[in-house]
């Protein structure tokens, strides 16, 4: 039924989506009929809108009151109907000589990017460090604890550390365990995580059964997110109206605050991602409950091959997306070209 929207339910739906998300408050047939000029009656607009409501695209939240999109309506929004919007030249200008000045700190470029984010699209921001996507092994330490678990203890050369239970096949003391680590340590520091395939017989059964294991949690290791992740603009989100009495937003900043949710989202939305390509996320997709409310733009950052990270911007579902997408793809270009920059310069 979505694919067979005629052009006056798509201009009706899109205006609705564009008045809701500046006003928050239910859009009615005669208020569209006069703020936009349409030449049918506000009868003819309120037909068209309750089959949009029995398609599950508006919905009325009173018996009195107009319509108010749906998620699937912000979807449809943004697959079909949003035109994309460049920041203006002066913002874009302003924007980039800010980050010119900033070329020497790569800190201070993930603070800015926070701060631009937020203030471009009203929202809250994330922005991650830039990172290899060939780690290396640095250090490992094995710590016994009770019966067969062993507490691993990676530590990658971007300064990331992973911290994993494993469970051996039989119980070691922990001479034992500290000696294999050694033996580890010796045989695999400064060695990419992606190469380590074989193990030496010198180094013994338990150093097999070790990294059979850290092989088998690769995934993981590779997903994590190294350094800090920098934050902005939360006080945007819990002054939106839909949040004044509700604890939604805290349940969503649970995502931006603990790192396993956040790398669960960015691993499930952002693995297969090109550098510059934008996603909008809405309502969470039926994954997170965390974001049943809300909407996030996320883009991936960096230099093709080398490092990458991740920026993106989390609002309520009634987002100006198009604001947030321009800003979202602009400044995950700007870091883009930075990071390549700062490559290819000389020490």
């Given at each position: ?202 180094l013994g059964l338990l150093a097999e059964e070790i ?137």
């Amino acid at each position: 039924m979505i694919e067979r929207l005629s052009e006056r339910q798509k201009l009706i739906l899109g205006l609705i989506v564009q008045e809701f998300v500046e006003s928050a408050q239910p859009v009615g047939s005669k208020f569209l009929v006069d703020q936009y000029n349409l030449d049918v009656s506000p009868a003819t607009v309120r037909s068209e809108m309750a089959e949009l409501a029995d398609i599950g695209l508006l919905r009325q939240p009173h018996t009195s009151a107009g319509r108010v999109p749906t998620e699937e309506a912000y979807r449809f929004y943004v697959g079909e109907l949003m035109h994309r919007q460049d920041l203006p030249a002066a913002t874009k200008h302003t924007i980039s000589h800010q980050f010119y000045q900033a070329r020497h700190e790569v800190q201070q470029w993930m603070r800015l990017a926070a701060s631009v984010l937020a203030t471009q699209s009203r929202a809250a921001s994330l922005v991650t460090l830039p990172q290899s996507p060939h780690a290396r092994f640095k250090h490992m330490e094995l710590i016994g604890t009770t019966g067969r678990q062993v507490l691993m203890v990676l530590v990658l050369d971007n300064g990331q550390v992973h911290q994993q239970m494993l469970v051996l096949k039989e119980a070691f003391a922990q001479e034992e365990l500290s000696t294999t680590a050694e033996r580890l340590n010796n045989a695999f520091g400064g060695k990419a995580l992606e190469t380590l395939e074989s193990v030496p017989d010198e180094l013994g059964l338990l150093a097999e059964e070790i990294m059979k294991l850290v092989r088998s949690e690769l995934p993981v290791i590779e997903g994590s997110l190294a350094g800090e992740v920098y934050h902005d603009g939360w006080t945007n989100v819990l002054a939106q109206p839909e949040f004044s009495a509700s604890d939604s937003a805290q349940r969503a900043l649970r995502v931006l605050e603990e790192r396993p949710l956040l790398e669960d989202l960015l691993a499930q939305t952002m693995n297969q991602s090109e550098i510059g390509g934008v996603q909008v996320l809405i309502g969470g997709e039926g994954l997170w409950e965390e974001l049943n409310d809300f909407s996030l733009v996320l883009a991936r950052y960096g230099a093709p091959g080398l490092v990458s990270g991740y920026l993106g911007v989390l609002g309520p579902m009634r987002m100006p997306y198009e604001r947030a997408v321009s800003a979202v793809d602009f400044v995950a270009g700007v870091l883009s070209d930075m990071v390549t920059e700062s490559m290819s310069s000389p020490e």
